[in-house]
């Protein structure tokens, strides 16, 4: 069994940042790829980044690139979403995902409960 548990959301202004953390427990960490997806009130749900395994690749929305940094500590069962320069568009539930690499939610078999975010004008 996978088990993913989201933390660090909250409310932030414009251009302020967030870090958000993914705790993974269950079978290895170091097996999954994982991934950041978030939803919006009345949007589907939708890709954010992902990293590989040994966390030397990485792919981002065009939306969030530049501004957001995923990254991974195996050690630690952890993954994490540094947010910078954030935007009221920002705003949404993020989930994190564990599973195969892709962009879309059936790569992705595992999920957290998520977390909110909610970036103010």
């Known amino acids: 069994q996978v088990q993913l548990v989201e933390?660090?959301?909250?409310?932030?202004?414009?251009?302020?940042?967030?870090?958000?953390?993914?705790?993974?427990?269950?079978r290895p960490f170091s097996m999954y790829t994982v991934g950041w997806f978030r939803q919006a009130p009345g949007k589907e749900r939708e890709f954010v980044a992902t990293i590989n395994p040994s966390g030397d690749n990485t792919y981002y929305a065009d939306s969030v690139k530049g501004r957001f940094t995923i990254s991974r500590d195996n050690a630690k069962n952890t993954m994490y979403l540094q947010m910078n320069s954030l935007k009221p568009e920002d705003t949404a539930v993020y989930y994190c995902a564990a599973?195969?690499?892709?962009?879309?939610?059936?790569?992705?078999?595992?999920?957290?409960?998520?977390?909110q975010v909610t970036v103010s004008s």
């Open 7 to 26: 933390s660090g959301g909250g409310l932030v202004q414009a251009g302020g940042s967030l870090r958000l953390s993914c705790a993974k427990s269950g």
């Open 99 to 115: 599973g195969s690499w892709g962009t879309t939610r059936r790569d992705y078999p595992y999920w957290g409960q998520g977390t």
